[in-house]
């Protein structure tokens, strides 16, 4: 891991050459993050990894931060096998606009893990390959993993309660 | 009599000659197939289906389609308190439980700030060797299985029901033990414990040798395995795949000695990899991984520590069961702790071990309350699917198969 410092020359650097993409870093439990403006997050994973040298991203992953705002979040973590270092890349969209540029072109193992941000929060990856659901059905509605989503919210269907079924057992 | 010569007459004009030519020349390529295969289907390793479009017996491309155990464990784990989640996320990757609950754990202790006891530690890595080798049996089991070799199953079975006693005498479980806890494990080993490992350790480096001498010079699993479906380092590393694949293709990269957790670094062992990365590499690395990890295991017995084998912070680890009788204290702490749990400081980790199949992070966000916020396992098996199609494209169908047993999936881990 980069320490405070390291962490804080890598933010400012990244604020010079993908000029307006750094919010603000953070710092805990030993584990460094810097927080990205959603628009230039591919610029960003693309300096790390041309300019620090961290070029495994070992997992994408999507948090929601209801009742906070903008809710939706995307965490990148990043790897630097070498060094063995490892840094975050997060960023936050809101609900009504949950679009998020795609880094599968660049990094081909986010590929099935941006389709499950998509089915599980509803993040929109632009320039996605294939954004489609992964893990829910096709056609599913709604996003489980958001925190609103009711949790055991839906019916099981028996035959008794299958607006399809026949009627036979009736 | 007129049937007759009506079959020899049709007999006669069929013409062998399109059959001689090499398959997947441009001749015969012109009609693709496009098979479906599984979501039932015993190669599988689980509940994968894969879209295979075929041209002959050529894979020209691999689509999985994942998704049919998704059982939602990660939305469940909101919903409780940290340590009930434990039992919940050992469920993902059925094969490597306690490795499940150890990146659980050490993602929340890592946000409780919370020290592990030495002797936890080393009980800790004691399961999870054991765990590690049992993982790997079932996986030469089945994939000798897949290639025909019917008996290895029963051997490799045979020892794997032997380390499931051992951690039904540890544990009272045989799978989903729930024996790691938050700062520690749940229990000491029991007297006897330490003498049946041994006499494990005694035996496995053997059986190891005589499952190698079964399969090493076998024709048939030489064919199938032998420079079938490699892929380079590169490709590898592009698309996340870690753990024994990412060894077979010559990086050494294993968190146990790069990032050592758990106390791996005060152990003796070496990293197996392979050179070019096909399918016997695969095979061969898995295999040199069990005797190390039997290596690890005597060296965890030889150092086991005396003293306390979960936390003594009573905010988060439950009081001994004498306490209760004497303090007012301990019955407080033992009643808050099963009724609300323990409240975990807000924030957000990202804590990854090296799993049987690659690298098993977990990320926990807590919000400060009593249950977590966000659990996330990024889960190997998930990630080092999707190099299915860079491996079999251009390979015959059969060794998809071989292919998808040396990749060693497990659909629990896939869909959570």
């Given at each position: 891991m980069p320490d405070q410092v390291g962490l804080e020359l890598i933010a400012t650097e990244l604020g010079v050459v993908?000029?307006?993409?750094?919010?603000e870093t953070a710092f805990f439990r030993g584990q460094a993050s810097v927080w990205v403006e959603p628009a230039h997050v591919r610029a960003v994973l693309g300096a790390l990894r041309e300019r620090?040298?961290?070029?495994?991203?070992?997992s994408v992953h999507g948090v929601d931060?209801?009742?906070?705002?903008?809710r939706l979040g995307v965490h990148y973590e990043l790897l630097d096998m070498a060094r063995v270092d490892r840094i975050a890349v997060k960023l936050r969209v809101p609900v009504d606009q949950p679009q998020v540029e795609s880094v599968t072109p660049d990094w081909p193992t986010a590929n099935h893990q941006e389709r499950e941000i998509y089915d599980m929060f509803g993040v929109v990856f632009d320039g996605h390959p294939d954004l489609r659901r992964i893990l829910?059905?096709?056609?599913?509605?709604?996003?489980?993993?958001?925190?609103?989503?009711?949790?055991?919210g839906e019916p099981v269907l028996f035959t008794h309660n299958d607006p399809s079924s026949p009627g036979w057992t009736r | 009599m007129s049937t007759k010569s009506d079959y020899r007459r049709m007999e006669g004009s069929i013409t062998l000659a399109p059959l001689?030519?090499?398959?997947?020349?441009?001749?015969?390529?012109?009609e693709l197939l496009t098979l479906n295969f599984?979501?039932?289907?015993?190669?599988?390793?689980?509940?994968l289906r894969l879209l295979v479009t075929l041209d002959g017996e050529i894979v020209q491309d691999v689509k999985p389609i994942i998704g049919?155990?998704?059982?939602?464990i990660e939305k469940t784990a909101e919903d409780k308190a940290y340590w009930k989640v434990i039992p919940v996320v050992e469920r993902m990757d059925y094969l490597a439980y306690y490795f499940n609950a150890l990146a659980f754990c050490g993602a929340v202790e890592t946000l409780l700030e919370c020290e592990v006891p030495k002797r936890a530690q080393y009980l800790r890595v004691i399961h999870l060797e054991l765990n590690r080798i049992m993982s790997h049996l079932v996986w030469l089991g089945t994939s000798a299985l897949d290639l025909g070799a019917m008996s290895m199953f029963w051997y490799c079975f045979r020892e794997r029901e032997q380390i499931l006693d051992l951690f039904e005498m540890s544990?009272?479980?045989?799978?989903?033990?729930?024996?790691?806890?938050?700062?520690?494990?749940?229990e000491d080993i029991p007297i006897g414990f330490a003498e049946k490992v041994r006499e494990f350790t005694r035996i496995m480096p053997g059986r190891v040798d005589q499952y190698n001498d079964l399969l090493r010079r076998n024709e048939i699993l030489l064919q199938r395995?032998?420079?079938?479906c490699p892929l380079d380092e590169r490709t590898l590393l592009e698309l996340g795949v870690t753990g024994p694949l990412l060894r077979a293709a010559?990086?050494?990269?294993?968190l146990r000695k790069?990032?050592?957790?758990?106390?791996?670094?005060d152990f003796d062992f070496k990293i197996p990899v392979g050179t070019v990365g096909d399918n016997y590499d695969r095979f061969a690395v898995r295999i040199a991984e069990m005797k190390e990890s039997v290596k690890i295991i005597d060296q965890a017995l030889d150092g086991?520590?005396?003293?306390?084998?979960?936390?003594?912070d009573r905010k988060i680890a439950l009081p001994p069961r004498h306490e209760l009788a004497t303090s007012m204290e301990a019955l407080i702490h033992h009643f808050k702790l099963v009724t609300e749990g323990f409240r975990v400081p807000p924030g957000e980790v990202y804590y990854a071990i090296e799993s049987p199949r690659g690298e098993l992070g977990c990320f926990v966000r807590s919000?400060?309350?009593?249950?977590?916020a966000r659990v996330h396992m990024r889960d190997p098996s998930f990630v080092n699917l999707q190099a299915t199609a860079p491996m079999t494209r251009g390979a015959y169908i059969a060794d998809l198969i071989a292919t998808l047993a040396m990749l060693d999936p497990i659909l629990g881990g896939v869909d959570r």
């Open positions: 993908v000029p307006g993409s750094v919010r620090h040298g961290y070029r495994m991203l070992m931060y209801y009742p906070e705002e903008p829910m059905p096709e056609d599913y509605e709604g996003h489980p993993q958001r925190r609103d989503f009711p949790l055991g | 001689s030519e090499q398959i997947g020349s441009q001749r015969l390529s012109s599984g979501p039932h289907h015993p190669a599988t390793h689980g509940v049919y155990v998704h059982t939602g544990s009272g479980q045989r799978m989903h033990t729930r024996y790691f806890q938050v700062g520690g494990v749940i395995l032998r420079g079938t010559g990086n050494p990269w294993d790069a990032a050592p957790y758990s106390s791996y670094e086991l520590p005396e003293g306390p084998y979960i936390t003594e919000d400060g309350s009593a249950k977590p």
